[in-house]
């Protein structure tokens, strides 16, 4: 029996702040999608991995971050555009409501400030920085961060993770993304199954499975009227194969995806489909931390343990 690991890159506007022109659907959807994703989970009592993009837990700034080693320009858009616009910046009011909800979710980091790790400008001081940045706020709030999502999933400096006591990271997915991570997975039959591995530096990599807002825009609104919702048809059967097999199935999303009625329908079949196999079989419902507890207890901690390997596998059926 596996089980099912939810994870949500929460940013507001930091997930798009270094782009030349936000989509705005998905800028102003931020606080809604948080809102209603929040709901779902309780309705439904399933706990997720929250990663907050730190700065968003502060009640202020002054949009310079002059001792923070990040490019030129990186916070400009602060001072800028988005001046007046503290609800993309700042939302310790959501963030609590993660804190405060019934259900046991997972409070992780998605960075300070949505630095992309993975790049070459991004040198191991400004990784540190965005990670001690994040850990002192967590602090403050009486939080530890055992998980921490790459922004756009941009794996790089895992030794600062480690350094900073990070246990564990969502690597990428097997699978691709979208369109043709459809086709891999419907026409090839392909499992969607993950297996968490122990890197060389001693991190859980908990592999993505599948990013449930992948197949979007023209095709999706085609897709819907033959099948229905083929990223529900997906997330069912990454939960069935879940019962069958050992192994995570391990969706993301933001909660900035989540636009209109329509996304928090899918959410809502997708989290109720789950539930329903839950309470039928021994499926369970784990955060990233859960599954790096339990994986660096089978595999030891040692580094020795047959597990380790930095590549992220997938399970064939
Ligand atoms: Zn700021
Ligand atoms: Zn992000």
């Known amino acids: 029996m596996g089980s099912v690991v939810i994870s949500l890159d929460a940013e507001l506007g930091w997930g798009f702040h270094d782009l030349d022109s936000p989509p705005s659907a998905r800028v102003e959807a931020g606080r809604r999608g948080w809102v209603a994703l929040l709901e779902l989970c309780a309705e439904y009592d399933v706990p997720a991995t929250w990663a ?28 800028g555009e988005w001046a007046d616009r503290e609800d993309l910046r700042f939302c310790p009011d959501l963030v609590r409501a993660i804190l405060d909800s019934d259900v046991d979710h997972e409070f992780a980091s998605h960075s300070y400030s949505h630095v992309l790790f993975g790049r070459p400008e991004t040198d191991r001081e400004l990784a540190a920085a965005e990670l001690e940045r994040s850990l002192e706020l967590a602090e403050e709030w009486n939080q530890t961060v055992d998980s921490f999502i790459y922004p756009r999933n941009d794996v790089g400096h895992r030794d600062v993770l480690a350094e900073y006591g990070v246990g564990a990271y969502r690597g990428r997915s097997p699978t691709h993304d979208g369109v043709r991570g459809l086709f891999d997975s419907t026409l090839r039959d392909r499992s969607m199954i993950v297996e968490p591995l122990v890197d060389e530096y001693g991190l859980v990599n908990v592999p993505a499975s599948l990013f449930l807002f992948g197949f979007e825009g023209p ?14 048809v997906l997330a069912r059967r990454g939960i069935d194969e879940a019962v069958a097999a050992d192994g995570v199935f391990h969706m993301w999303l933001h909660p900035n995806n989540l636009t209109r009625g329509r996304d928090d329908e899918r959410m809502r079949a997708i989290l109720s489909y789950l539930d329903e196999r839950r309470s039928e079989t021994e499926l369970t419902v784990e955060t990233m931390a859960d599954v790096a507890r339990r994986t660096n207890t089978v595999d030891g901690i040692d580094g020795t343990a047959s597990g380790i390997d930095s590549r992220a596998t997938a399970r064939q059926p």
């Open 219 to 232: 095709a999706r609104t085609v897709a819907e009227s033959v099948w229905s919702d083929p990223m529900v």
């Open 52 to 79: 907050v993009v730190g700065h968003l837990m502060l009640e202020g700034c002054d949009g310079r971050h002059a001792d923070h080693p990040a490019p030129e320009g990186w916070f400009a858009r602060e001072r």
